[in-house]
């Protein structure tokens, strides 16, 4: 941001007037239907028993793995009762082989307290995945990544996304060198997108060093509370008769495909890194690769307009 700043590509005045949206971070995951995930708890702790030499009395997973194939043949179909039939026999089976494991722990007294600490978390979260159901609130969605939550945005194509709730800030109008980010960070816990507004502008002030006067929401925000001395300007608002609000108001839909290549070019739709850190890290992460992008492109204007002053060859520039 420094940079764009000093090079005229972003002005302080844009800096001032910002638009603010969530989006959702998704994770790297598999879909998570009950055989999977109960089939990878199976595989997880058979996993662990391989590791630290525990010799189990039966290992389920050609039995899991069976199951599975049955139920998604099974689940959308006539033999729907026949797949939860699989179902319901998949979670007898990983119970019976937590409590082997948790046996055999015991059995070795206190020179197993080290192992007992390996399998801790891993029981847990199978435990967890075998007793869980479908209203159930803070479920586990992933056995690699239990952090990740469902969050659903009202898509029609996309009804619940697996992941978790980002929110971005972008200049309101479009400065020289193009719409910069200025603002994005991760909210775990999937909160109400009202209460993120003072976070998200707090975090803005914080980046630009400059004061934010007015933000741009959508109807999600209704209710945010702000105390701040930003003014908020929700879209769809009637009575607005500046013609200058009114005018950015309607730009407050140019964040949206700020979001489609933050998720395209960046690596917001598809999150590698671990655990919540790993979210946060991956969402400043592509706010910088986005303003980066802004940045090349900009100096190569920049250097095209200085040669072409000069009568020079273009500098072939790498894309």
Same mark, same amino acid.
């Given at each position: ?62 039995l899991g793995r069976e199951a599975r194939r049955e139920v998604a043949r099974l689940i959308h179909g006539k033999g729907h009762k026949q797949a939860l039939r699989h179902l ?26 080290? !192992? ?34 469902? !969050? ?72 945010h509370g702000h105390k701040g001395e930003a003014e908020v300007y929700i879209s769809h608002t009637r009575g607005i008769t500046s013609p200058t609000i009114k005018r950015e ?8 495909? !700020? ?61």
């Open positions: 941001m420094r940079v764009a700043l000093a090079s005229g590509a972003l002005s302080p005045q844009a800096c001032a007037r910002i638009t603010v949206d969530t989006t959702v971070q998704t994770k790297a995951v598999a879909h998570p239907t009950d055989a999977h995930l109960l089939l990878r708890a199976m595989e997880h702790v058979c996993r662990l028993a391989r590791k630290h030499g525990l010799k189990l009395r039966q290992s389920f997973l050609r319901r026999k998949m979670r007898t089976w990983l119970g019976r082989l937590t409590r082997d494991v948790a046996r055999k722990i015991e059995a070795l007294g206190e020179d197993g307290a080290d !192992i007992a600490r390996a399998f801790a978390d891993t029981l847990e979260l199978a435990e967890k995945v075998r007793t869980q159901q479908a209203k159930d609130k803070n479920k586990v969605y992933a056995l690699h990544a239990p952090e990740v939550e469902c !969050i659903a945005k009202g898509k029609a194509r996309t009804r619940y996304e697996f992941g978790v709730k980002t929110s971005i800030a972008v200049t309101n109008g479009r400065a020289r060198g193009g719409q910069f980010i200025l603002g994005m960070h991760a909210l775990p816990g999937n909160p109400f997108d009202g209460h993120t507004l003072s976070g998200q502008i707090a975090q803005v002030e914080r980046i630009t060093g400059i004061k934010v006067t007015r933000a741009y929401v959508d109807r999600g925000y209704k209710g108001l309607r730009r407050r839909n140019a964040i949206e495909p !700020i979001i489609g290549h933050a998720k395209a070019d960046g690596l917001l739709e598809r999150n590698h890194l671990k655990g919540a850190t790993g979210d946060a890290i991956n969402a400043i992460l592509v706010a910088a690769g986005h303003n980066l992008r802004l940045l090349i492109a900009w100096f190569a204007a920049f250097l095209r307009a200085i040669c072409s002053l000069w009568l020079l060859p273009e500098p072939a520039l790498a894309g």
